[in-house]
């Protein structure tokens, strides 16, 4: 049992998101990104840019912060569900 609970935490491919399938995780990571299994909180690297995208400051927010301030109009700290719909327009538009 041990083992097949060991296989499913290291798994990459989940049987009901197919989209896990279709983009696997790349085997030549270790080669091009340092510690590619580390969460970074204040960057984005990739294979391609593994020091992040030159240039780009990041203010001392998280890599998720600056996307979710967007939809919070009124900056508050909370996005409704309002301010999502308001957001989505604004980038459908």
Same mark, same amino acid.
């Given at each position: 049992?041990?083992?097949?609970?060991? !296989?499913?935490?290291?798994?990459?491919?989940?049987?009901?998101?197919?989209?896990?399938?279709?983009?696997?995780?790349? /085997?030549?990571?270790?080669?091009?990104?340092?510690?590619?299994?580390?969460?970074?909180?204040?960057?984005?690297?990739?294979?391609? /840019?593994? !020091?992040?995208?030159?240039?780009?400051? /990041? !203010? %001392?927010?998280?890599?998720? %912060?600056?996307?979710?301030?967007?939809?919070? %109009?009124? /900056?508050?700290?909370?996005?409704?569900?309002?301010?999502?719909?308001?957001?989505?327009?604004?980038?459908?538009?």
């Amino acid at each position: 049992m041990a083992s097949n609970m060991e !296989n499913e935490a290291m798994a990459t491919e989940a049987p009901f998101a197919p989209v896990t399938y279709e983009r696997r995780v790349r /085997h030549d990571l270790e080669d091009k990104l340092p510690k590619p299994y580390m969460p970074r909180a204040l960057a984005a690297p990739d294979a391609e /840019h593994p !020091n992040e995208t030159p240039g780009h400051s /990041h !203010n %001392q927010l998280s890599v998720l %912060q600056p996307h979710a301030s967007f939809f919070d %109009q009124d /900056h508050n700290g909370i996005v409704y569900p309002w301010e999502t719909y308001t957001g989505e327009s604004v980038i459908v538009c």
